[in-house]
Each structure stands twice: as C-alpha cells, then as structure tokens.
C-alpha cells in the first residue's frame, strides 16, 4: 500500500476559503493556516493576500 502526502489544505480558520501549501503555511498547535494574523485568531484580520480570504468580513 502506499501513502499518500498531502501537500495543500483549507486554512485552519473558519472564516477563510484560503488553499494553502502545507510547506508555505504557518503552523500552529499542529494546523496550518493562511497567515499570522489568522494563526493567532486576531478579531480584525481584515483578510491577507489570499484569493478567498473571508476574514475582516
């Protein structure tokens, strides 16, 4: 059987729509976000430079 590597993912953040790379993404508590301001749940993100990024909205 051979495994699969995942090398893309929806932002661990509820609001965004964001697709990151794992390798590119910021980690927390084993998750991957979008950006910093994400990873730290921050209430005014006001989005990042993602397609689809439904923070601050």
Known sequence: MTTATMTQMKC???????IVNVSDAVSKNGQYYCCDTCANEQPNCGGCSYDGCGCGT
């Not at 661990?12 to 964001?18: E, G, H, K, T």
């Open 12 to 18: 661990a953040c509820p609001s965004c729509l964001c």
